[in-house]
């Protein structure tokens, strides 16, 4: 009986074994990931190849909507807002379909990204934006179709697409010249109170200089008309760090009140907690 649990044991394991066997993709799945000036952007497919068959006007039959690839949805994210054919897409993930023609390839950002393929029902609605661009013919067949970002400038780049002898490209522009002004408007206007805050907190928990973290978080409650409850907390620690309870016990009251306010009560209880110890000094 025992040789028998053994051997069904086995076979069962056998079965397992069987079942996550490891298969090659014949349309294999990949992403690129591309920085375009300050833009990130990234595409995720899967490359079907032609292997011996004719693909435009066959395959992919022509002024039909395609799922440009293969298996579930290609999508193309983008970090910002850019702009293509004059338009603005938002910055986020989009499913991209084409429609192929002769002449032409009309190049869609669909809103849904959870389709296998192409949607069950197509809605316009979620048409993001629709582009038509002139296909080029290559002087070498492409075995496997290929998506790429190229063409790189810092305000824009180019989505391409080959296959067999047809390619197609999308220009899209990215806000660099509008983000580089902001950061240097942004570094040019010095430290703000987030950046005093943080430098305070680095020396504070690196024991570091105590006297230089109490300046940076007084600095930084000086920029602030609201006074956060986790600045005047910081605050205290550092006071109380330098021997100052008195002081400490008056910031930690300040910091309790506008806890209370907030409803946080984890601030509230450490307030309180540091309250009472630092009273009995």
């Known amino acids: ?27 294999p799945k990949t992403t690129i990931n591309q920085v375009v000036g300050l833009t990130d952007v990234e595409i ?10 004719v693909v435009f006007g066959n395959l992919i039959p022509f002024g039909k909507v395609w799922r440009t690839g293969a298996n579930d949805n290609t999508i193309v994210s ?48 979620n048409v993001v934006l629709k582009t038509s661009v002139k296909p080029e013919t290559l002087n070498k067949s492409v075995e496997t179709f290929t998506i790429g970002v190229s063409g790189l400038d810092n305000n824009y780049a180019f989505l391409e697409m080959y296959w067999e002898n047809s390619y197609a490209a999308v220009k899209f522009e990215v806000p660099t010249q509008q983000k580089t002004t902001a950061n240097i408007e942004k570094v040019l206007a ?5 950046d005093y805050f943080s430098a305070a907190q680095f020396l504070f928990q690196s024991n570091g200089d105590a006297n230089k973290a109490l300046a940076h978080v007084n600095k930084a409650l000086d920029m602030t008309k609201e006074k956060p409850f986790w600045y005047n907390r910081l605050k205290s620690l550092i006071q109380a760090k330098l021997g100052d309870k008195k002081g400490a016990v008056e910031t930690a009251k300040a910091s309790l009140a506008a806890a209370e306010i907030a409803k946080n009560q984890d601030y ?3 307030n309180k907690d540091s309250i009472a110890e630092w009273s009995k000094s």
């Not at 028998?4 to 349309?27: D, H, K, N, W, Y």
């Not at 995720?44 to 190849?49: D, V």
């Not at 010095?190 to 987030?194: D, E, K, R």
Request: aromatic share 10%.
């Open 1 to 27: 009986m025992k040789k028998m649990i053994i051997a069904l044991a086995l076979f069962v394991a056998g079965l397992s074994a069987e079942a996550q066997l490891r298969t090659p993709q014949s349309s």
């Open 44 to 53: 995720t497919y899967s490359r079907p190849s032609a292997k011996g068959r």
């Open 78 to 125: 983008f970090s910002d807002d850019v702009i293509i054919d004059g338009k603005t897409l938002k910055k986020g993930k989009y499913s991209l379909y084409t429609i192929p023609k002769i002449e032409s390839w009309d190049v869609i950002f669909y809103k849904t990204t959870d389709n296998w393929g192409n949607p069950e029902e197509w809605k316009e609605e």
């Open 190 to 194: 010095g430290p703000s109170a987030g």
């Open 268 to 270: 509230v209880k450490m």
